[in-house]
C-alpha cells in the first residue's frame, strides 16, 4: 500500500512484508521498485517504517537494498494502567 500525501509530496510504503515462505525470492524488492516507480513523478521523498532492534534486521537489509537510508530513530512511550 502507498499512501500519498499530495500537500507534502510524500509516498509512504506500509505495510510492507514478505510471507516467510516467499523470503529470499526477490518478491520484497520488487514490490518497493514497482511502488517507488509509479511515485516517482509525484514524490518529493518516499518513507517506510521498519521495526527496531533485531527484529527489523532483515527489513532494513531491503529497504537499503533500493536506496533508503534511515532518516530518525523512534522512542517508544508506554502508559500503564493505574495499578499495574
Given at each position: 500500500i502507498v499512501w500519498w500525501d499530495p500537500a507534502m509530496r510524500t509516498a509512504e510504503l506500509e505495510?510492507?512484508?514478505?510471507?516467510?515462505?516467499?523470503?529470499?525470492?526477490?518478491?520484497?524488492?520488487a514490490l518497493l521498485c514497482y511502488a517507488l516507480a509509479r511515485v516517482g513523478g509525484w514524490a518529493a521523498q518516499a518513507i517506510v517504517v521498519s521495526r527496531t532492534g533485531e527484529a527489523g534486521?532483515?527489513?532494513?537489509?531491503?529497504?537499503a537494498s533500493v536506496g533508503f537510508q534511515r532518516a530518525f530513530g523512534f522512542e517508544r512511550w508506554v502508559k500503564l494502567p493505574a495499578g499495574a
Open positions: 505495510p510492507v512484508g514478505t510471507a516467510a515462505c516467499f523470503r529470499g525470492r526477490g518478491y520484497g524488492k534486521t532483515a527489513a532494513r537489509a531491503l529497504y
